[in-house]
């Protein structure tokens, strides 16, 4: 007689209480009469609230009105007005004429950004597709060739000028802190401190005060006539500020490898910098990606901090598009408007992050 | 015997104020196989990993197939190049593919070109058995799996010669015949220079030349593995077999 392997008590499902959507309302939702009550509270606040939002929003919102009055009269929100002044938003007071070249700009610039995201655009021209994207962002934004206005970087403003900033902060601070935590656990004394204190200075100090010091302090130090642009000084600041904070991060993910992948590597006869590039900072970048794209969400919306010195950047040109005076009091619309953006842009970096994390997950756990 | 390939004079080593290493004297001729054993701290690791600078002896000379080890970083970069190293903890790179692991020596630091690289790490793979598993991580094998990778990793680089740090004892017990069989026909097939620190008395007396056995920094005794199984001097090493030989 062949032998019997099927469970001996019959094949019963599970309670039906614990599964489907009564289990899962009871496990998260009632779980307790503490649960319980809150979860009536929570109901009965958004049962308030999201109506009146969506009437403001959408239902009473006022999409066409010339005027402010017109606008005020209908009760909801007023997204005329961002019809009217998205263009002073978007770009502030670049030429109104001239205005397509920054939009162009943009796109350009998040194009290429988009393309650097993507794994199978990770080959050694993508190097010069950057070359080339920032020659045409500086031409469009610039121009004084190929018969477009020249336009001085004072008038530069809105979305272009925060993704600029952006941009060129993430570009620069990233390898600017990886060379400081590098820096930070070298054997060489000299070379140690000085990114100590480079990392302890800068960490201590918040960003406004550095942006302030760089428009203010640094052209005290530099020889008479000689001036750096104020853009550029401000971009300086934020690199310096965000460079020191990435360093401590990685160097956090330095510190979470383990001694025998040194080992490992040195016994290969490998040398600092090739044991750096192919085993310890690709393994120790993994591990701190999520706060590393925190750093770099704070940047982005830290590029805001440049209106103290004057900078028009977006947050700056919604504060201009609202002091209008034919069109006062819809700060809300405004910063809903821009809020939006930034939104938009800190999301996809954040989900871009995720998808990272878990493409180069290799199965190894620690 | 041949000329000696590794010889170590009078070396010491502190950490601390601890006296790890005492008056370490030893010469490994060419094709040489050498088993060392001994109880926990005695510093046997320690030793062999002072033949690649893994760690740094502060008295005495270290001199590796003609180069003294001294703190010019080329010349132990060269010195690493013709010493491969087996750790307890296998060290592979977990973020590259086993294959990848295994090129990454030859093609940065030898300078071969990729392909072939790939076709030798190829050969050392089905001469460790696991031909199978190239593209794999190392995280999805097992960890006998892992050491002989780890091994055919080291012998990638084509070393002169092989040190072992207790190669076998973190791996589970039904794995270990695995590792210790490509150790014996590594050891029988090439006239590989190899210091193999392990507590495998079966291996020892299938493979090694010679034993030496170290307790509390010192080398207390050598000799070959029959007479120094079957007959030890010192006092200290009959109390550690009779610990180990239960």
Known sequence: MAANLSPTLPDDGPPRHSVGLIGWLRRSLFSSPLNSLLT????????????????WLFVRANFSATTAAECR???GAC?????????????????????????????????????????????????????????????????????????????????????????????????????????????????????????????????????????VMLPLFLPEGFSIDKLLRAQIAIIMFTAAYIAETVRGGLQAIPKGQYEGAD??????????????????????????????????????????????????????????????????EAYLFIGVIYFIFCYSISRYSQHLERHLQTGYQR | MAEAIIRMENVNKWYGQFHVLRNINLDVSLGERIVVCGPSGSGKSTMIRCINRLEEHQQGRIIVDGTELTDDLKQIEAIRR???????HFNLFPHLTVLENLTLGPVWVLKRPKAEAEADAMKYLERVRIKEQALKYPGQLSGGQQQRVAIARSLCMSPKIMLFDEPTSALDPEMVKEV?????????????????????????????????????GEIIEENTPDEFFD????????????????
């Not at chain 1, 993994?286 to 750093?295: D, E």
């Not at chain 2, 590594?186 to 030349?209: I, N, P, Q, W, Y």
């Not at chain 2, 007959?231 to 239960?246: E, G, M, V």
């Open chain 1, 40 to 55: 009536v509270l929570v109901a009965w606040l958004l049962l308030m609230a999201i109506p009146a939002m969506i009437e």
């Open chain 1, 73 to 75: 009269a209908s009760g």
């Open chain 1, 79 to 215: 997204w005329a007005f961002i019809a009217e002044k998205h263009r002073l938003i978007l770009f502030g007071v670049y030429p109104y004429d001239e205005q397509w070249r920054p939009l162009l700009a943009s796109v350009v610039l998040v194009a290429v950004i988009v393309c650097s995201c993507l794994r199978r655009f990770w080959k050694p021209w993508l190097g010069l597709l950057w070359a080339a994207a920032l020659t045409v962002v500086a031409i469009l934004m610039w121009g004084g060739i190929f018969g477009l206005q020249y336009v001085e970087n004072d008038r530069w403003g809105g979305l272009p000028l925060t993704l600029i900033l952006a941009t060129f902060g993430i570009a620069f601070a990233f390898p600017f802190g990886l060379m400081l935590a590098l820096g930070r656990r070298s054997h060489m004394p000299a070379v140690k401190a000085i990114c100590v204190v480079y990392i302890e200075l800068i960490r201590g100090v918040p960003l406004i005060s550095l942006l302030f010091m760089s428009s």
């Open chain 1, 267 to 332: 016994s290969l006869g490998l040398s600092y910098w090739q044991q750096m590039r192919k085993i310890i900072l690709p393994q120790a970048l993994k591990v701190v990606i999520p706060p590393l794209v925190g750093i770099f969400i704070s940047l982005f919306k830290d590029t805001s901090l440049v209106v103290i010195i004057g900078i028009f950047d977006l947050t700056q040109a919604a504060k201009t598009a609202v002091a209008d005076a034919a069109w006062r009091g819809f700060s809300t």
């Open chain 2, 82 to 88: 013709d010493v491969g190293m087996v750790f307890q």
């Open chain 2, 180 to 216: 210790l069989d490509v150790m014996v026909g590594l050891a029988e097939e090439s006239h590989m220079t190899m210091l193999c620190v392990t507590h495998e008395m079966g291996f020892a007396r299938k493979v090694a030349d010679r034993v030496i056995f170290m307790d509390q």
């Open chain 2, 231 to 246: 007959n030890p001097q010192s006092d200290r090493t009959k109390l550690f077999l009779s610990q180990i030989l239960h």
